[in-house]
């Protein structure tokens, strides 16, 4: 599956359908891109509406597009061009399932590219692709796994790479990264698979010197997913229970008192730093603990985002240079949401990067950067290019 190797003289290509994968055809000049999404973890139903939004929205004039989901047993299957059929409606989680075109991936970069296996049939080639869109979230997609297969096979892909993407993952190292390149934090514990069964009451007095309430998380997880606020240590166990529930590792968090803004960052060209957007504001209604799964995909109402932020000037100076900041502390390429905590004091507290945020037209990553100036559909162009334009391998 390698890619042209030089961006501007693609690979010719007209994208297949579902059912029947349509091979190279001479005289097409736009670049191809596969956009990948669903995948193995709990965040699979927001990876696909991540992807129908970016379906919607991809320039057709610009470039062919090769949809391509995961099931969430790890199958790889060519799948409707369909924006609708993977959007979140009437609380229905859009799911990628088994399909008669099973995709097979390449061995070696030297392989022309993908082929197309249907049940009763000879293998047949869907053909080169130049990137590779992938709009996984979580684990096996977004945690630098898929990241390693496209770089063993010079593939060009929008995002972060291995690094910056497993650190960016895992809320343990990320902080401990945060924190050696001098980012200010909150405080925090690992609980490793084993440790609270071990000694619980050792580790409910390390978790009380955090001062309640404070935060229990699956530690490399997003979404929301698996998250409780625990105010009393009696509910300590059964929040460690429910984080095991998406990862045996578990992070706890000191609860900070400050607004909850972040702040979109976009890769820049050619050796020059990376970009800010205009920082956005989350405010949940009191229906929520916090901003949690449900507020954040399947009850809008409930949730009032704000961009800009009304924050003195000074102030979103400041967070978009920690943005800046902590995209470059993890080595982060193409984009990144950072989330912050401003105190009453106007302190600036890094809580987390996400390497892949989501990308519905409704999510904050886009929103913010329509705020800055950069439309929807322009942010997809320039996340293209900036992929089409990085080489792979060591940069």
Not at 20 to 25: E, G, K
Not at 253 to 282: F, K, T
Request: proline residues 8%; glycine residues 10%; negative net charge.
């Amino acid at each position: 599956m390698p890619q042209s190797q030089n961006p501007s003289t693609p690979a010719t290509t007209t994208a297949p359908d579902a059912t029947s994968p349509t091979p190279a055809t001479a005289g097409v000049t736009k670049p191809r891109v596969l956009v990948l999404f669903g995948g193995r973890s709990g965040e699979h139903a927001i990876s696909c509406a991540t992807a129908g939004g970016v379906l919607r929205a991809i320039d057709r004039t610009k470039y062919d597009v090769v949809p391509v989901g995961i099931t969430p047993a790890g199958k790889w299957v060519l799948v409707e061009d369909d924006p609708d059929r993977w959007s979140i409606v009437d609380g229905r989680l859009p799911e990628v399932t088994d399909g008669p075109a099973q995709v097979l991936l390449p061995q070696s970069a030297e392989e022309n590219g993908l082929q197309v296996l249907s049940a009763g049939t000879v293998p047949a080639e869907l053909g080169r692709v130049d990137v590779v869109f992938p709009l996984l979230h979580g684990p096996f997609g977004e945690d630098g796994t898929l990241q390693g297969m496209l770089e063993l096979v010079d593939l060009r892909y929008v995002g972060a790479g291995v690094l910056a993407s497993a650190v960016g993952m895992d809320k343990h190292f990320m902080k401990l990264v945060f924190a050696a390149q001098g980012l200010p934090i909150g405080r925090f514990a690992v609980l490793r698979p084993g440790d609270f069964d071990r000694n619980p009451v050792a580790w409910t007095q390390t978790v009380a010197a955090l001062g309640m309430p404070v935060f229990v998380k699956p530690a490399r997880g997003g979404s929301s997913l698996g998250i409780t606020k625990v105010d009393s240590l009696v509910d300590l166990p059964a929040a460690i229970a429910e984080a095991q529930r998406h990862d045996p590792k578990v992070i706890v968090e000191a609860a900070i008192i400050g607004r909850e803004i972040e702040c979109a960052v976009l890769g820049g060209h050619d050796g020059r730093r990376a970009r800010a957007s205009q920082p956005g504001e989350i405010e949940v209604n009191t229906e929520h603990a916090f901003y949690d799964f449900e507020a954040k995909y399947l009850s809008e109402a409930d949730v009032q985002l704000t961009c800009p932020a009304d924050l003195p000037a000074s102030v979103i100076a400041e967070v978009r240079d920690v943005a800046v900041r902590t995209f470059e502390a993890v080595s982060c390429e193409g984009l990144a949401r950072v989330d912050v905590f401003v105190t009453p004091e106007h302190r600036v507290i890094v809580n987390e990067i996400n390497t892949m945020p989501g990308f519905t037209p409704f999510s904050m990553y886009p929103r913010m950067w329509q705020a800055s100036g950069i439309a929807y559909p322009e942010l997809i162009d320039e996340l293209l290019q900036l992929a089409l334009a990085r080489p792979v391998g060591l940069r």
